[in-house]
């Protein structure tokens, strides 16, 4: 009935950074109270070594019932700073998570707007395009790779029938060269008389061709 009324109360967002820091400082406070525990503890120790020296037991007792209750105090501010401790490593295991999953809604949204943004019949349609152009430029390369004019009515049967023809009659030609001939080899004549020199023959021109082809025919 109140919270009609009145209204909810605004709810703080939880910050658990600032938390965190809280619990430090926190932490930092019992540590500086736990020293100074400690150093009560360690005065009142002096004290009653000093009233033992005096014979004064009483008193020596009193203060070593003053460092009881300082160490009672001080095991009580380490169970907190233990306690804060816990709390401390659950606070940020559990900021951590709360980033991770931040994260992956984030990155999951993010990808979500790019498939918005790219749908698969888009790309089936670039794809098209992108082939049809291909296909237009293979085309375009061929017709200007067509010979035109001229050179297009030339037939490749017969200008290779040309070009056999002519490795043909160059290879007659070398055949039908003078080979050269290698010189005879001297005849011994016996001693003390010179051989005769015969007189050169001279051949007609079918003789040397026919020769010059034995030659050839002979390599």
């Known amino acids: 009935m ?8 605004k709810q703080q967002p939880n910050n658990a950074l600032t938390t965190i820091e809280k619990l430090n400082e926190t932490l930092e406070m019992l540590e500086k109270k736990e020293n100074l525990l400690q150093k009560k503890a360690s005065a009142e120790v002096e004290k009653a070594k000093a009233y033992t020296k005096a014979k004064n037991k009483r008193a020596a007792i009193q203060c070593l019932k003053r460092k009881r209750l300082y160490e009672d105090q001080m095991g009580q501010l380490a169970n907190f700073q233990l306690r804060i401790h ?3 490593i659950l606070l940020e295991g559990a900021k951590a998570t ?3 999953v931040d994260a992956l809604r984030s990155g999951a949204s993010a990808m979500k707007a790019m498939q918005k943004a790219t749908n698969i019949d888009d790309v089936d349609k670039t794809m098209d395009e992108i082939n049809e152009q291909t296909e237009n430029m293979k085309q375009i390369q061929e017709a200007l790779a067509t010979p035109i004019g ?3 009515d030339f037939d490749e049967d017969e200008l290779e029938a040309e ?4 490795e043909g009659s160059e290879l007659e030609e070398q055949l039908l060269q003078p080979a050269s ?6 005849v011994q004549a016996p001693a003390g008389r010179v051989p005769a020199r015969p007189a050169p023959q001279r051949r007609t021109e079918e003789e040397e061709e026919l020769a010059a082809l034995q030659a050839e025919m002979a390599l």
């Open 181 to 186: 001939t290698a010189p005879a080899a001297p």
């Open 98 to 100: 709360t980033d991770t």
């Open 150 to 152: 001229s050179s297009a």
């Open 163 to 166: 070009l056999e023809e002519l």
């Open 86 to 88: 816990d709390q401390m």
């Open 2 to 9: 109140f919270s009609r009324i009145l209204g909810k109360p």
